[in-house]
């Protein structure tokens, strides 16, 4: 069973469209997360949410926003896509603070 | 001062040889220190991890040296095998939030046959 699982794996889509990206985790962790990678493979991280709260919001743009319908997932939408958005997309989870992460295997964002 | 400075960028080793990859930070609220692999087209997977109250953690090939007064952490794979070719990031947690994982920029680990 993969642990941490990411739909879709692939999204190629145009400047100024709406998307959407799921996650979900079937570890029991109370902590989940969002990064990106860049075209230099920077991993950066996005957002993260324990117990429906989100705790931590780096300076992203505003066009997106994630959502937890429940401890297990953590999707993120993202408005009037833009180049700059183009990017590998990294889900990952964690029982707790300072424990280890596990990652999904990414969503690949391709902007036309 | 959340930075994490990581190096080499790339390494290339021959088989059987010891890659060793360093990283630095700056700031000392920095209280967890993970190092992951990254194969292409996978997401990053925990490889090994230190706490600051230790100097040297091993895992079979694998081994964090840490040095608390410089700041420093390093990777060292022994007898490295072309399996290990792969992207390794080292990461340090912020403390003070939860979970934030400030990432090196990466070393890309070439082991030739």
């Known amino acids: 069973d993969t642990a941490v699982s990411q739909t879709p794996k692939y999204l190629v889509t145009q400047m100024g469209n709406d998307k959407s990206i799921k996650c979900e985790q079937n570890?029991?962790?109370?902590?989940m997360y969002w990064y990106k990678q860049d075209s230099k493979k920077f991993l950066k991280i996005m957002f993260s949410?324990?117990?429906?709260?989100?705790?931590i919001n780096e300076t992203v743009p505003n066009r997106f926003s994630p959502k937890s319908p429940d401890k297990a997932h953590l999707n993120l939408h993202i408005n009037s896509l833009e180049l700059g958005d183009s990017a590998v997309y990294f889900c990952?989870?964690?029982?707790?603070?300072?424990?280890?992460?596990?990652f999904g295997d990414g969503t690949r964002l391709s902007i036309l | 001062q959340q930075q994490v400075k990581q190096s080499p960028q790339s390494l290339i080793v021959q088989k059987g040889g010891i890659s060793i990859i360093n990283c630095a930070y700056e700031?000392?609220?920095?209280?967890?220190f993970p190092w992951y692999q990254q194969f292409p087209g996978k997401g990053p997977a925990l490889l090994i991890a230190?706490?600051?109250?230790?100097s040297e953690k091993k895992e079979g090939r694998f081994t964090i040296s840490f040095n608390k007064s410089a700041k420093q952490f390093s990777l060292h794979i022994m007898d490295s095998q072309p399996g290990d070719s792969a992207t390794y990031f080292c990461?340090?947690?912020?403390?003070?939030?939860?979970?934030?994982?400030?990432f090196g920029k990466g070393t890309k680990l070439s082991v030739k046959p």
């Open positions: 990952a989870s964690s029982q707790s603070r300072n424990q280890p992460q596990h």
């Open positions: 570890l029991g962790h109370d902590t």
């Open positions: 949410y324990n117990n429906k709260e989100l705790i």
């Open positions: 700031n000392t609220a920095f209280d967890y």
């Open positions: 230190i706490r600051p109250d230790v």
């Open positions: 990461a340090a947690n912020y403390g003070g939030s939860q979970g934030n994982l400030i």
